[in-house]
């Protein structure tokens, strides 16, 4: 039986867990810009309740959220036309998380990767949240009927679970009530590398800052990982193929392309033959060049948290409106008494 005919919706969340990265930038922030829709607002979401899924310092919590609101913004998501806002000021998401606690099965957890990647050796200590972590993500989409979700490939998995809780719950209480979302994983840098590691994802966690490049370092800082990013000693190749097994000279054209806002094709096109001598410098002025302004705008932003945390308590009251008819039609399917609304 349908209930719903499901609008197309954009929903997505950046955890606010210390330095934005490169990978930040190109594989989501970029592309949220892109699918801010007027007709139905997107959803950016600061997923503070995701955060303390591992040790979160709380003034370093507070701070992060404000940053990471700043970037978006900075990044050029319009808080009038989007809705941006941090998760824990809309409790529908951690309503919705604990029905979806009791749908998604425990086989299904154990076979999440960023678990067992998170969790590491000491499993037996991590977080009951950091084990439950998809529960919450699926019910961050699904609170507000998305069907589009901006991610980087690392992201894939957890969506597909998304939908897996939406077709158990639909299934269990024989209704169309949520939507199948989709991952939208597009672009040239899906997955952007670590500087000093191909085959490994460029991380804020990474020990090293060599190995990635933050959006809030400098022209100098930028210029000097570029040039002390891992390569090999051939010159670049012509076709695409050339770049097989050869994954650090791949993670730099990909980030070329999409920085560029061309194809990985077109950059071995126009620099196939050269040395990364000569290539690198390039990158790095064409990094420059993007993230230079955004910090900049970035430290303005921050210099007025007050009107940050507006733009946060404004972006909220709006996902509150869309959030709540939902969850309290979930709770009526799942059979909970609600108290009248008068
Ligand atoms: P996180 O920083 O892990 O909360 O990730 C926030 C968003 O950035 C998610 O959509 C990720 O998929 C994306 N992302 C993080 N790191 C990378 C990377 N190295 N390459 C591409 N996308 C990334
Ligand atoms: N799990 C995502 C990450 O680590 C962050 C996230 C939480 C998210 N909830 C979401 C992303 C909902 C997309 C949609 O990057």
Redesign the pocket.
């Known amino acids: 039986m349908s209930e719903a005919n499901f609008q197309p919706r954009v929903f997505?969340?950046?955890?606010p867990?210390g330095n934005?990265?490169?990978?930040?930038y190109?594989?989501?922030?970029r592309r949220f810009v892109d699918m801010q829709n007027d007709e139905n607002p997107a959803l950016y979401c600061i997923?503070d309740l995701?955060a303390i899924t591992v040790w979160q310092e709380p003034d370093a919590l507070a701070m992060a959220t404000r940053e990471l609101t700043a970037a978006y913004v900075a990044c050029g998501i319009d808080p009038e036309r989007s809705i941006l806002f941090n998760q824990s000021q809309v409790p529908a998401h951690s309503q919705l998380a604990w029905i979806f606690n009791c749908v998604a099965r425990i086989g299904w957890i154990n076979r999440m990767t960023q678990f067992k990647d998170k969790a590491g050796k000491n499993r037996e200590n991590a977080s009951l949240g950091l084990y439950a972590y998809p529960a919450l993500m699926a019910a961050d989409i699904l609170v507000y009927h998305a069907t589009h979700v901006?991610?980087?490939?690392?992201?894939k998995q957890h969506v597909e679970l998304t939908r897996d809780i939406a077709a158990k719950f639909n299934h269990d209480f024989g209704l169309d009530f949520f939507p199948m979302p989709e991952p939208v994983i597009e672009g040239a840098?899906?997955?952007?590398?670590s500087l000093r590691d191909g085959t490994k994802?460029?991380?804020?966690s990474d020990p090293s800052d060599m190995s990635r490049i933050n959006m809030t370092d400098d022209a100098d800082a930028i210029a000097q990982k570029i040039r002390k990013a891992r390569t090999d000693p051939e010159a670049l190749p012509s076709e695409l193929k050339g770049l097989d097994d050869r994954p650090e000279a791949r993670n730099l054209v990909n980030i070329y392309a999409a920085l560029a806002g061309t194809q990985p094709q077109d950059v071995l096109t126009e620099y196939g033959g050269q040395q990364f001598s000569t290539f690198k410098p390039a990158l790095a002025d064409l990094a420059v060049e993007h993230l230079s302004p955004i910090a900049g705008r970035m430290s303005e932003l921050m210099a007025d948290p007050a009107e940050i945390d507006r733009i946060l308590a404004q972006g909220a009251d709006r996902a509150a409106e869309i959030a709540e008819p939902i969850i309290d039609r979930t709770y009526e399917i799942t059979g909970m008494i609600l108290k009248r609304k008068s």
């Open positions: 997505s969340g950046i955890q867990s934005l990265t490169l990978g930040n190109l594989g989501a922030l997923v995701h901006p991610v980087g490939e690392d992201q840098a899906t997955r952007v590398m994802k460029m991380s804020k």
